[in-house]
């Protein structure tokens, strides 16, 4: 009982941490988009992110090992030893750059609320990505969930509600569209990663390595393609504010956090957590952005948070349900010989 009680803390516990991450995340990196004077470089921002990424990477690594002489064996024998092993994690790197990239563009037009709803098209992208990359299978309930959730992010997307205090220029159909990019993204580097990762025994926390090493390199070469020239004029960390600070903190543990609390939760704990995100990004908003909630969103938003919840859902097992009959009848046999 009580390792059960406990188990369920933490289960609660890592509910929580993914809900006000996910939350304050959006959130903040809203904020610092519209609100902040001396705008700063998005590219820097995730450069950065990838940096402190490999170090939290590296530092795992060390705890799984047991000692800085296995440690630096597994880097040395992965990493530098490996150099295929590193061009195939450079895939996902690009992609997953292109979608933190994005992320900063969506959220420099978009409200926070509106968002969070929209980003759960990740979850037919996802899926369908699962679908043709790792060969499995979806219930019909879960299908039924897919086009839900588009139609939830339909109606949101079809009157988006208004920020009365953003006074900076907004585009909203960029920001649909830098979404869309974005889940794209996600579902393509997500299922890949995936793939990866079940092909070979080697560390979760090795291949993390791999890929942020991949990831400084080409979020680089973005900083100085993009914003290359105001870069060496402003500096690189021109316009960093705690806020911002804030933001790469927010979005360099969520990503290392999500991935390992999704062994000690179920589909149904990271359903609740995306919808409990979006309930606080919305109130967030109202507060801080002055959203002014429609019909339409909040019938969208529902419409989402529903869907999640029944994609989470497990699949009905029927195998139990037959082996009873099959042993009644080998029994029968049996009787009759």
């Known amino acids: 009982m009580a390792s059960e009680s406990v188990s369920v803390v933490f289960k609660i516990y890592c509910l929580t ?14 904020y610092t988009r519209t609100v902040s004077s001396d705008l700063y470089f ?14 939290l990477s590296l530092g795992m690594l060390l705890r799984e090992t047991g000692g800085l002489g296995r440690c630096r064996s597994a880097v040395v024998s992965h990493i530098f030893k490996s150099p295929v092993e590193l061009l195939k994690l450079s895939v996902p790197s690009v992609v997953y750059a292109i979608q933190n990239n994005m992320a900063f563009v969506a959220l420099s037009n978009l409200d ?7 980003y759960q098209l990740k979850i037919p ?18 299908w039924f969930s897919v ?7 339909t109606l949101v997307q079809w009157t988006p509600p208004l920020s009365t205090k953003v006074q900076v220029e907004q585009n909203p159909f960029l920001g649909f569209v830098a979404i869309a990019v974005a889940v794209l993204c ?3 580097a997500g299922v ?11 560390s979760l926390w090795v291949r993390n390595i791999q890929m942020y090493l991949s990831g400084i390199v080409v979020t680089l070469i973005g900083v100085f393609m993009t914003d290359g020239a105001q870069v060496l004029e402003k500096g690189f960390f021109y316009g960093y504010t705690p806020w911002v600070c804030l933001v790469v903190f927010l979005a360099s543990v969520g990503g290392m956090y999500t991935s390992v609390v999704v062994k000690y939760t179920d589909n149904i704990m990271k359903g609740f957590s995306a919808a409990a995100a979006i309930v606080l990004s919305t109130v967030a908003s109202v507060v801080l952005f002055g959203l002014q909630i429609t019909a339409t969103f909040l019938t969208g938003a529902l419409l989402v948070c ?25 029994k029968q046999k049996l009787i009759s010989v």
């Open 306 to 330: 529903v869907s999640i919840y029944l994609y989470g859902l497990p699949k009905q097992d029927t195998s139990r349900l037959q082996k009873p009959s099959a042993d009644r009848e080998d």
């Open 112 to 118: 926070a609320a509106v968002y969070q709803v929209t």
């Open 192 to 202: 890949y990663f995936e793939k990866v990762l079940k092909s070979s025994d080697t």
């Open 125 to 142: 992208c996802t899926a369908l990505c699962t679908v043709l990359m790792l060969s499995r299978s979806l219930s019909r309930l879960q």
């Open 147 to 153: 086009f839900m959730l588009c139609g939830g992010v």
């Open 42 to 55: 998005s590219t820097t921002a995730v450069c950065v992110t990838e940096i402190i990424k490999l170090l």
């Open 17 to 30: 941490v993914m809900t006000l991450i996910a939350a304050a995340y959006t959130v903040a990196l809203r």
């Open 186 to 188: 996600s579902g393509f």
